[in-house]
Each structure stands twice: as structure tokens, then as C-alpha cells.
T-cell receptor
Framework: AQKVTQAQTEISVVEKEDVTLDCVYE???????LFWYKQPPSGELVFLIRRNSFDEQNEISGRYSWNFQKSTSSFNFTITASQVVDSAVYFC???????????FGTGTQLKVEL | DAGVIQSPRHEVTEMGQEVTLRCKPISGHDYLFWYRQTMMRGLELLIYFNNNVPIDDSGMPEDRFSAKMPNASFSTLKIQPSEPRDSAVYFC????????????FGPGTRLTVT
């Protein structure tokens, strides 16, 4: 069975602070894919990144960066110099190689205040 | 390019009534997914289709729920009869053929059953 744990229910930061959202996953499959989605207050789910299990290279996209570590089964997401517009619920998700079902974590509510 | 389209965006109905939610996936996508999001249970996969054929409906709560995909550009999720506990946001998502591609979500339908 697959499982995604986002232990941080809610995080509050002041604008310009860096913040890291944690994601720990469980799967017995050797081939799998990890995702991060953003859900702003408007409600839609916005895809941010996909990473497959064979690619542990970290990725940076503007103020966003992702740290994938198979040794600890983690796929953490860091926002540098946070902005109010980053306020949203962030979901980590897992898909195993043989299927198309996404298993979502419970989400982390990020609040960025002025 | 148009994303996933869902209608209606909001639906308020009385217990016992039939509710039909609609989804138009992104053109060319072979997979279509229906999710439900509630505070208590988070994001749950209800059913998904591949090339208009239902592949996995194990997430459908009970017989009151049914989903169809009569063609590649249209799907419905029907609840009959509706109950207050069905109140949730229902998302439709689609993805291309290859399994590792991310799912693109529609804006969701917020259903309230009174």
C-alpha cells in the first residue's frame, strides 16, 4: 500500500522568510512518481512538479526548490523569500509505476503574512 | 489551451435529489479521474477511466454514485439520491497516455446537499 505523510498541518511565516514543507512517502514499488500540487484559496489544484524515483537530482524553479532523498523517503519543498501569494494548501502526492492512482497527503496550509 | 472544464461550479440541492456533475477533459488526454475533497477525508479518488472505459471504481462510496464517459470529451458523475454527507468539492482531472504524466485538475464543483 502507498502512503504519503505531511506532518505539518499549518505553517505561518512572515513574508520573505524561507519555508520548507515536508513530505514523507511509503511504497514498496521501485518505480514511482512524486508530485507537488498547490491549492490556493480559489480552490483549484495547480501542478507544481513531478519527480520519478530514478532521478534524485534536486530541482530549482525560481523561488521554489525540491529535495528528493530516497534514503529517507522524503520529497521536501522549499519556498525561498516567501510572498503573500504563496499562501495556499500544498499537497504532496505519490503514484506507483504500475498504476495511475494518485495518493495524496493531507496537505500543509501555508500562511504568509506581511 | 483550455484546461479541464467542470460544470456547474457550485451546486446546492436538497437531500434526495439527483445531482449530475459534468467534466470535459483536456483534448487528447486518455485518462480521466474523479476525486472528492472533504475536510475529514482529504482528496479521495472515486473512479478513473482510460479511453472512456472505467478502470477502477473502488473509490466510489456506494451505489448512489455512478460515473459515465460516453465519449473522449465528456464525463458525468451522478449522485442519486443525494445525502448531506455527499457535500464536498468534486474534482475532475485528466492526463495523457503515459502513466508518469501529471494529472491536470479542473476548478472543481462545490456541492452542498441540505
Amino acid at each position: 500500500a502507498q502512503k504519503v505523510t505531511q506532518a505539518q498541518t499549518e505553517i505561518s511565516v512572515v513574508e520573505k522568510e524561507d519555508v520548507t514543507l515536508d513530505c514523507v512517502y511509503e511504497t514498496r514499488d521501485t518505480t514511482y512518481y512524486l508530485f507537488w500540487y498547490k491549492q490556493p484559496p480559489s480552490g483549484e489544484l495547480v501542478f507544481l512538479i513531478r519527480r520519478n524515483s530514478f532521478d534524485e537530482q534536486n530541482e530549482i524553479s525560481g523561488r521554489y526548490s525540491w529535495n528528493f532523498q530516497k534514503s529517507t523517503s522524503s520529497f521536501n519543498f522549499t519556498i525561498t523569500a516567501s510572498q503573500v501569494v504563496d499562501s495556499a494548501v500544498y499537497f504532496c502526492a505519490l503514484r506507483t509505476g504500475g498504476g495511475n492512482k494518485l495518493t495524496f497527503g493531507t496537505g500543509t496550509q501555508l500562511k504568509v503574512e506581511l | 489551451d483550455a484546461g479541464v472544464i467542470q460544470s456547474p461550479r457550485h451546486e446546492v440541492t436538497e437531500m434526495g435529489q439527483e445531482v449530475t456533475l459534468r467534466c470535459k477533459p483536456i483534448s487528447g488526454h486518455d485518462y480521466l479521474f474523479w476525486y472528492r475533497q472533504t475536510m475529514m477525508r482529504g482528496l479521495e479518488l472515486l473512479i478513473y477511466f482510460n479511453n472512456n472505459v472505467p478502470i477502477d471504481d473502488s473509490g466510489m462510496p456506494e451505489d448512489r454514485f455512478s460515473a459515465k464517459m460516453p465519449n473522449a470529451s465528456f464525463s458525468t458523475l451522478k449522485i442519486q439520491p443525494s445525502e448531506p454527507r455527499d457535500s464536498a468539492v468534486y474534482f475532475c482531472a485528466s492526463s495523457p497516455r503515459t502513466s508518469f504524466y501529471e494529472q491536470y485538475f479542473g476548478p472543481g464543483t462545490r456541492l452542498t446537499v441540505t
